[in-house]
């Protein structure tokens, strides 16, 4: 499986961005997606996850309420809007696949995400 990030880019405060992220070879049913991110000097951190049934979604507190992860199931795309953008959003994001259908509470664990992409980065000035 591959995933290939895109759609990054500079945005001022306030202004919006969507990320997508075509996955190719493989088929999904349930399995969980998600997007985490890394701002420079930090950890990568737990963005926004779903099933690709898209019967649950889950976002971190930071993001809940300005980003919508979603996904396209006949152009196998994984999308993340991302509106009223903050200086603190800056940062490499990441989309990822997990092999599994994970229970709410592991969908942000990076631990149960197999197959990653590539990073797009994403710079929000004040």
Same mark, same amino acid.
Do not use: H
């Given at each position: /499986? ?13 202004? @919006?961005? $969507?990320?997508?992220?075509? =996955? +190719? ?21 737990? /963005? ?13 507190? @930071?993001? $809940?309420?300005?980003?919508? =992860? +979603? ?56």
């Amino acid at each position: /499986v591959q995933l290939q990030a895109s759609g990054g880019g500079l945005v001022q405060t306030g202004g @919006s961005l $969507r990320l997508s992220c075509e =996955i +190719s070879g493989r088929t999904f049913s349930n399995e969980a997606i998600g997007w985490f991110r890394q701002a420079s000097g930090q950890d990568r951190e737990f /963005v926004a996850a779903m099933r690709w049934s898209a019967s649950t979604t889950r976002y971190a507190d @930071s993001v $809940r309420g300005r980003f919508t =992860i +979603s996904r396209d199931k006949a152009k196998n795309t994984l999308y993340l809007q991302m509106n009223n953008l903050k200086p603190e959003d800056t940062a490499v994001y990441y989309c990822a696949q997990s092999e599994r259908s994970l229970i709410f509470s592991s969908l942000p664990d990076q631990s149960y995400y197999q197959a990653w992409g590539q990073g797009t980065l994403v710079t929000v000035s004040s």
